[in-house]
């Protein structure tokens, strides 16, 4: 069982005064795993599955990742959720003065599975996360 440890904070909420004052817990978050260090850990965790394989598979599903999503492609990753895209835009009065100007980003989305099945569902990590308080 993995260790998740949490800290505690005070909400300032002023506009909704049911909430403010009260205390919730957020994540200690552990350093980033780089790409190189996520390919290293996948192969010690994998025997018989060499680093240059893990890490040309890895490198080919990003190159198509960007392929898919930058045609307007959704996908599944697994138990994880859908990965996709959406726009960031500056509002137009009407359809006939919005323009290509208007689109100021394009940004990258996910969406967790929420499924009771799926081996990441929130219900499966709080039953395989240990929480600690510091």
Same mark, same amino acid.
């Given at each position: 069982?993995?260790?998740?440890?949490?800290?505690?904070? &005070?909400?300032?909420?002023?506009?909704?005064?049911?909430?403010?004052?009260?205390?919730?817990? *957020?994540?200690?978050?552990?350093?980033?795993?780089?790409?190189?260090?996520?390919?290293?850990?996948?192969?010690?965790?994998?025997?018989?599955?060499? &680093? +240059?394989?893990?890490?040309?598979?890895?490198?080919?599903?990003?190159?198509?990742? *960007?392929?898919?999503? +930058?045609?307007? =492609? &959704?996908?599944?990753?697994?138990?994880?959720?859908?990965?996709?895209?959406?726009?960031? +835009?500056?509002?137009?009065?009407?359809?006939?003065?919005?323009?290509?100007?208007?689109?100021?980003?394009?940004?990258?989305?996910?969406?967790?599975? !929420?499924?009771?099945?799926?081996?990441?569902?929130?219900?499966?990590? =709080?039953?395989? !996360?240990?929480?600690? &308080?510091?």
């Amino acid at each position: 069982m993995a260790n998740l440890y949490y800290k505690t904070h &005070r909400i300032v909420n002023k506009t909704n005064m049911d909430l403010d004052g009260k205390v919730y817990a *957020k994540i200690i978050p552990t350093e980033p795993l780089s790409f190189d260090e996520l390919i290293n850990y996948m192969t010690d965790h994998h025997h018989g599955i060499d &680093r +240059c394989m893990v890490l040309g598979v890895m490198y080919a599903m990003v190159d198509c990742m *960007k392929e898919l999503l +930058c045609e307007g =492609r &959704r996908f599944w990753l697994g138990d994880l959720g859908v990965l996709y895209t959406s726009l960031k +835009c500056k509002a137009a009065d009407d359809e006939e003065s919005f323009n290509p100007g208007n689109i100021v980003g394009i940004r990258l989305k996910f969406k967790q599975n !929420t499924s009771p099945t799926a081996k990441l569902s929130p219900k499966i990590l =709080r039953k395989d !996360t240990k929480l600690r &308080r510091k």
